[in-house]
């Protein structure tokens, strides 16, 4: 045990300070005001990977480790979207994975915010769309951030989660 | 003369990874080649098909040869042979490569793999047949489970979406009370059409598309596609290239295994060992940036080279990074090694032994878990492994606290190659121009962290690509993922699943 203990206080505290919210990465600004009013400064985010190549996933998981400490902000991974606020949304989306998403996103309840991460959620990236690819997040599920990036770095996803729940300076736009 | 050598002396040799040799068999003789290599110790790398014209494909690994036997077949109605009752894995590639190409073997198994409901069981992928339009997915896949019968047992339904940040997948658990009577896998979720997307790219640029096939094992893939895709050049690459890519290759192992020993803490209920060692992780992939460009290395392996030579003092912080995170380690493990907790979750749990990896093919990490010692870094060297004495970590329990132990030992050998690459490193340049690859199949092969990993490239007129399969060792694994529950509790499962860490999107393409 003494080990242990030891090691947790060689080590300290290594958080650094969260990224400031990006509002070129807002995609669409809606109900901003109402959905600030119910959660507050907690969140809880449920991710999806709906056919990534998994390089994205290695970054969120990396908004878990103590550098970037994303529990620290009020922020919490949960594994049902029936709890989430926030759904965090990796690309293309597989035709496999479509009506999987769809699920996913109605279970969620309202109001709800979605971030689309890396080249593939913003675009379809690579893969582009075919048989068996829809592309982008939003040719899906109405998106409201996207973080571009292959892999997007740990700090520019933990930016797109800042943007998406802070007011937006284009308040009242319409949905693009 | 031992059967197996009459197959290699009638082969020729083929372009790309060191002891790669090619073979035409006929429907005969399909069978009997896979028999007498597989006699002689041979294990299934890859299986996979063409759709036009119709060639059915296997590659076998006997001891330093890399056996690719091909198989034409008179018209993409003829089945095939099916290789199943040689080499169980063969399988599921078997079923994925008619749901993709529409060439079927004969097995009895006729379901689809990666084909869901998203697209017409017609259309052929790889064909000449443009894509149907496809609306909105509507209906989810009605797909026939083997059931398990009896008093009190009842199935437990997963995913596609997982409780966590996981890839996709479907399990479906038969069980009484918590214990695993049987598990089945139903992938292909991820499945967005790589192998039709290759086939659209130029040939020089298709490395990018392979390091994206399952972006942990971004560095093997990318890699393995240059080996093919030099060896059609005729080209190889420079010394200090290869080493890089070397560097490259034990980096990516070593932010695997990190990340995934801690998250093998967490799953036992021991945080700290996540909180240690995702630390670790994120200075080594700080450091990696700041050697080589990117946390994640998905665009440094090129044709002809590396796509950045680190700076002397970048590489120089690296090489201290390793040595830490080396002596960090080897303190994390005394503390795992010493504590009850992880102890009783990890010894015993998921055990594979290895009478029944050999039997399934276990490969990689999870094979030398269970006693199946085969590296390609020390079996089939490419450069500049055969210079670098890779020393082989083995266990034979073949349980969740042995592939723990395994990741240790060859954490620890990666962090020590790392530091011999940076001080043997060749002077000279880090990449040189491959120049146009020849109309012909290369084949690439490295052992990539999880195991082998291999690409089959296939180059048309005018540097086009006719056909690319890239393989990943999940293949192998996942169908051994099933056998390593049996009799486990359900809450044992994400423990042992971590343990094996498989690629979805690498499977399902």
Partial sequence: ??????????????????????????????LQKEILAIMGRAL????????????????????NNPVYNIEGLGIRFVASPRHADLLLVTGPVSRNMELALKRTYDATPDPK?????????????????????????????????????????????LAAILTAISASSKQGDQAT | MAPHRSWIDRSAPLPGCPGVRGVDVTRESWRRAALDLAAAGGRLISLWADADPPVAHAAIQCDATLMVLQLSLPDARTAYPS?????????????????????????????????????????????????????????????????????????????????????????????????????????GYVHKGIEQRFTQLAARDGHRLAARVSGDS???????????FEGLCGHAPPPRATWLRALALESERIANHLGDLGALGNDAGFAFGLAQFSRLKELWLRALHAALGQRYLLDYV?????????????????????????????????????????????????????????????????????????????????????ELQVKRAVRVEGDVAARAAVRFDELAESLRLVEEIATRLPAGACASAAGEPLQGTGIGLVEGWRGPTMVALAVGPQGSIRRCHPHDPSWQNWPVLEHAIIGNIVPDFPLINKSFNLSYSGHDL
Wanted: proline share 8%.
């Fill in chain 2, 83 to 187: 290789l199943a009752d040689v080499h169980p894995v063969a399988q599921r590639m078997q079923r994925a490569a008619a749901d993709i190409t529409g060439i079927r073997s004969t097995d009895e198994d006729t379901r689809p793999w990666v084909r869901h409901a998203a697209w017409p069981a017609e259309y052929v992928p790889l064909g000449r047949a443009p894509a149907p339009v496809s609306g909105p997915q509507t209906v989810a896949d009605a797909y026939s489970f083997r059931r398990v019968a009896g008093d009190g047992v009842h199935e437990i339904p997963v995913g596609p979406v997982h409780a966590g940040i996981i890839e996709p997948g479907h399990f479906r658990f038969s069980v009484v009370g918590e214990k695993v009577l049987k598990l089945e896998e139903r992938l």
């Fill in chain 1, 44 to 63: 809880t985010v449920r991710q999806i990977d709906a056919g990534s190549c998994n390089g994205c996933e290695l970054e969120i998981h990396a908004l």
């Fill in chain 2, 302 to 386: 090129v044709p002809g080279g590396v796509a950045r030579d680190p700076a002397p003092d970048a590489l120089a912080a690296l090489v201290e990074r390793a040595r830490d995170t080396a002596h960090i380690a080897a303190r994390i493990r005394e503390i795992y090694d010493e504590h009850e907790g992880v102890r009783d979750r990890f010894v015993g749990a998921g055990t594979v032994a290895p009478e029944l990896a050999k039997q399934l093919g276990l490969v990689g990490f999870a094979g030398r878990a269970s006693g199946q010692d085969q590296d390609l870094r020390v079996d089939l060297p490419c450069a500049p492994y055969a």
């Fill in chain 2, 218 to 228: 971004a560095v093997a893939f990318s890699w393995a596609y240059c080996q093919a």
């Fill in chain 1, 113 to 157: 915010l979605v971030v689309a991460v890396g080249d593939c959620g913003c675009t379809g990236g690579i893969f582009g769309e075919n048989y068996a690819s829809a592309g982008r997040v939003a040719n899906v599920i109405p998106v409201d951030v996207a973080v571009p990036g292959c892999p997007p770095t740990p700090q520019r996803i």
């Fill in chain 1, 1 to 30: 045990m003494w080990k242990t203990l030891h090691q947790i206080a060689r080590v300290g505290i290594v958080t650094e300070p969260a990224p400031d919210s990006d509002e070129a990465l807002r995609v669409r600004a809606t």
